[in-house]
Nanobody, 115 residues
Framework: QVQLVESGGGLVQAGGSLRLSCAASGIMFGIGTMGWYRQAPGKQRELAASITRGGNIDYADSAKGRFAISRDNAKNTVYLQINSLKPEDTGVYYC?????????WGQGTQVTVSS
């Protein structure tokens, strides 16, 4: 069974940085696009960044300049580096992965940015 496990969230002061990781297990063949979504308190989940297996990257406008997504295909892991964190970055960050036409989701990791 495919599982995605996020890690790296926490409490950080504004201006700090975090690196989130998401490791996929139970994968028999190559994963397609992987992505990071975030859900701020009281708001809908929205895409922050995505990366294809070949390395093509797409960022939400709100993520451009401070977020950097990367992946290690050998480890079935996707990363999200967030710099210059702002209080409005607070929320739960979820990763997802597309495999055989199905989208899998992790359980989320909490990021809290204090001012």
């Amino acid at each position: 069974q495919v599982q995605l496990v996020e890690s790296g969230g926490g409490l950080v002061q504004a201006g700090g940085s975090l690196r989130l990781s998401c490791a996929a297990s139970g994968i028999m063949f190559g994963i397609g696009t992987m992505g990071w979504y975030r859900q701020a308190p009281g708001k809908q989940r929205e895409l922050a960044a995505s990366i294809t297996r070949g390395g093509n990257i797409d960022y939400a406008d709100s993520a451009k300049g401070r977020f950097a997504i990367s992946r290690d295909n050998a480890k079935n892991t996707v990363y999200l580096q967030i710099n210059s964190l702002k209080p409005e970055d607070t929320g739960v960050y979820y990763c997802n992965a597309v495999l055989d036409g199905y989208t899998y989701w992790g359980q989320g990791t909490q990021v809290t940015v204090s001012s």
